[in-house]
T-cell receptor, first 114, second 114 residues
Framework: AQSVTQLGSHVSVSEGALVLLRCNYS??????LFWYVQYPNQGLQLLLK??????LVKGINGFEAEFKKSETSFHLTKPSAHMSDAAEYFC????????????FGTGTQLKVEL | EPEVTQTPSHQVTQMGQEVILRCVPI?????FYWYRQILGQKVEFLVS????????KSEIFDDQFSVERPDGSNFTLKIRSTKLEDSAMYFC????????????FGPGTRLLVL
C-alpha cells in the first residue's frame, strides 16, 4: 500500500532563505510522486511531479524536488523564499495498479517572514 | 487554460438531508475523482470513475455515497443522508488517465452539516 509522510506540519522561513519541505514515501512498486500547493480557500495546484524520468524535477515558481530511491524521499526545495510562497504544501503518491488514486501526506504549512 | 469547475462553492445542510455536489471536468479528460479534506486534516481519496463506472473506492465511500455522470458533462457526488462528520471540503479532480498523469483539481465545495 502506498503512503506518504511529511515531517513538519509547520515550517517558517525568512524571505530570501532556502525552503526545504520534507516528504518520504512508501510504495510497493515504482511510484509517481507529486507536490501540490494549496493557497487559502483555493483548490490544489500542481507544483511538480516525478514520473520516472529525471530524478531532479523542476516545477513552477522556482520549486524543485529530487527523487532519491535509496532514501525513499522526494523533498521540495526553493533556493529563495518569497512572501507569495506562503501556503500549504502536500506531497502525494500514486502507483500503477493503484487505480490512479493519489495518497496525500498530512501537509506542511509554510510561513514566510520578513 | 481549461479548468475543473465545481458547484456550489458552499453548501449548508441539515443532518439527514441529501446533497449533490457537481463538477464539470476538463473536456477531454476521461478519469474523474472525488477527494475530501476535513478541516485541518489531509486530503483523502473517496472514489475514482472511468467509463461510467467506479474504478476504485475508499473505505470512506460507503453506501451513503454515490457518483454518476448523468449528462456526459457533469460529474456528481451524492450523499444520501448527511452526517455531521461529512462536513468537509470536497474536491473533484480529473485527468486523461494513468497513475502518472496530473490530476487537475477544482476549487472545491465546502459542505457544512448542521
Amino acid at each position: 500500500a502506498q503512503s506518504v509522510t511529511q515531517l513538519g506540519s509547520h515550517v517558517s522561513v525568512s524571505e530570501g532563505a532556502l525552503v526545504l519541505l520534507r516528504c518520504n514515501y512508501s510504495s510497493s512498486v515504482p511510484p509517481y510522486l507529486f507536490w501540490y500547493v494549496q493557497y487559502p480557500n483555493q483548490g490544489l495546484q500542481l507544483l511538480l511531479k516525478y514520473t520516472s524520468a529525471a530524478t531532479l524535477v523542476k516545477g513552477i515558481n522556482g520549486f524543485e524536488a529530487e527523487f532519491k530511491k535509496s532514501e525513499t524521499s522526494f523533498h521540495l526545495t526553493k533556493p529563495s523564499a518569497h512572501m507569495s510562497d506562503a501556503a500549504e504544501y502536500f506531497c502525494a503518491v500514486s502507483e500503477e495498479g493503484g487505480g490512479n488514486k493519489l495518497t496525500f501526506g498530512t501537509g506542511t504549512q509554510l510561513k514566510v517572514e520578513l | 487554460e481549461p479548468e475543473v469547475t465545481q458547484t456550489p462553492s458552499h453548501q449548508v445542510t441539515q443532518m439527514g438531508q441529501e446533497v449533490i455536489l457537481r463538477c464539470v471536468p476538463i473536456s477531454n479528460h476521461l478519469y474523474f475523482y472525488w477527494y475530501r479534506q476535513i478541516l485541518g486534516q489531509k486530503v483523502e481519496f473517496l472514489v475514482s470513475f472511468y467509463n461510467n463506472e467506479i474504478s476504485e473506492k475508499s473505505e470512506i465511500f460507503d453506501d451513503q455515497f454515490s457518483v454518476e455522470r448523468p449528462d456526459g458533462s457533469n460529474f456528481t457526488l451524492k450523499i444520501r443522508s448527511t452526517k455531521l462528520e461529512d462536513s468537509a471540503m470536497y474536491f473533484c479532480a480529473t485527468n486523461s488517465g494513468g497513475a502518472g498523469e496530473t490530476q487537475y483539481f477544482g476549487p472545491g465545495t465546502r459542505l457544512l452539516v448542521l
